[in-house]
C-alpha cells in the first residue's frame, strides 16, 4: 500500500525559506522509473506541479519558479524534501507530494497535503 | 509552456445524464493527458492516464477519449457522488500543466 505524508510549517513570514518533507511508504525512490512530484494548490485554484525528483536523481522544475526551488531524496529514510526560498503571500497554498512512475505519466497516489500561509 | 483550456467551467446535470467535460491543448501532446477528481477539502485522485486508461478502482462511468491536442472525459451515467471539480493534466512536458478545471454539480 503505497501512502505519502507531508509535513513542514504552517506559517511563514513574506522572505523566508520554507521547508517540507514528504515521507513515503510502500515503494522505494530507487526503483528504476519511479518518481516523486509536489504540486501546490492555492485556496479556490487549479494545482500546479512544482517539480519531480526520479528514481535516477534526476530533477524536473517548473521553469517559472525553478530558480527558487529545490527538490532532494533521501532514500534511506524514505524522504523527499521541497526547499522553496524567498516566500511571499503568494505562495500561499496547500502543497501536495504525489507518486509518479513510469507508463501511468501521472500522479497515481497523494498525500493529504499540507496547508501553508505566508503573512506578515 | 503548454496550456490547457478545459471547458466547461461548471455545470450542472441530474443524476443519470450523460457529461462530458473537454481540455483542449495549445501544442500537440500525443496521448499525455490525465483526469483528476477532486472533493473539497481533499487531494485530487487520479480517473483516467494517457488519455484513456482508467486508472484502477475507478468505476466504469468514467471514460476518456482524444489525442494530439482534443480530450474530454465522459461520465456516462452522473452519480451524486460525482459531484466534484475535475482536473486534466498534461504529462507531455515540465512543467506538467493543469487545466483550470471543471466543477460538477448535481441538480
Redesign the interface.
Known amino acids: 500500500q503505497i501512502t505519502l505524508k507531508e509535513s513542514g510549517p504552517t506559517l511563514l513570514k513574506p522572505t523566508e525559506t520554507l521547508t517540507l518533507t514528504c515521507t513515503f511508504s510502500g515503494f522505494s525512490l530507487t526503483t528504476n522509473g519511479v518518481g516523486v512530484?509536489w504540486i501546490r494548490q492555492p485556496p479556490g485554484k487549479?494545482?500546479?506541479?512544482l517539480g519531480?525528483i526520479y528514481w535516477d536523481d534526476d530533477k524536473?522544475?517548473?521553469?517559472?519558479l525553478k530558480s527558487r526551488l529545490s527538490i532532494t531524496k533521501d532514500t534511506s529514510k524514505n524522504q523527499v524534501v521541497l526547499t522553496m526560498t524567498s516566500v511571499d503571500p503568494v505562495d500561499t497554498a496547500t502543497y501536495?507530494c504525489?507518486h509518479r512512475v513510469r507508463g501511468?505519466?501521472?500522479?497515481?497516489y497523494?498525500?493529504?497535503?499540507t496547508l501553508v500561509t505566508v503573512s506578515s | 509552456?503548454i496550456q490547457l483550456t478545459q471547458s466547461p467551467s461548471s455545470l450542472s446535470a441530474s443524476v443519470g445524464e450523460r457529461v462530458t467535460i473537454t481540455c483542449r491543448a495549445s501544442q500537440n501532446i500525443s496521448n499525455?493527458l490525465?483526469w483528476?477528481q477532486q472533493m473539497p477539502g481533499?487531494?485530487?485522485?487520479?480517473l483516467i492516464?494517457?488519455a484513456s486508461t482508467l486508472?484502477s478502482g475507478v468505476p466504469s462511468r468514467f471514460a476518456g477519449s482524444g489525442s494530439v491536442t482534443d480530450f474530454s472525459l465522459t461520465i456516462s451515467s452522473l452519480q451524486r457522488e460525482d459531484s466534484a471539480t475535475y482536473?486534466c493534466?498534461e504529462?507531455y512536458t515540465?512543467?506538467?500543466?493543469?487545466?483550470?478545471?471543471t466543477k460538477v454539480e448535481i441538480k
Open positions: 512530484g487549479a494545482p500546479e506541479c519531480v524536473r522544475y517548473t521553469p517559472s501536495y504525489a501511468v505519466y501521472a500522479f497515481d497523494w498525500g493529504q497535503g | 509552456d499525455f490525465n483528476y481533499t487531494a485530487p485522485r487520479l492516464y494517457t486508472q482536473y493534466q504529462t515540465t512543467p506538467l500543466t493543469f487545466g483550470g478545471g
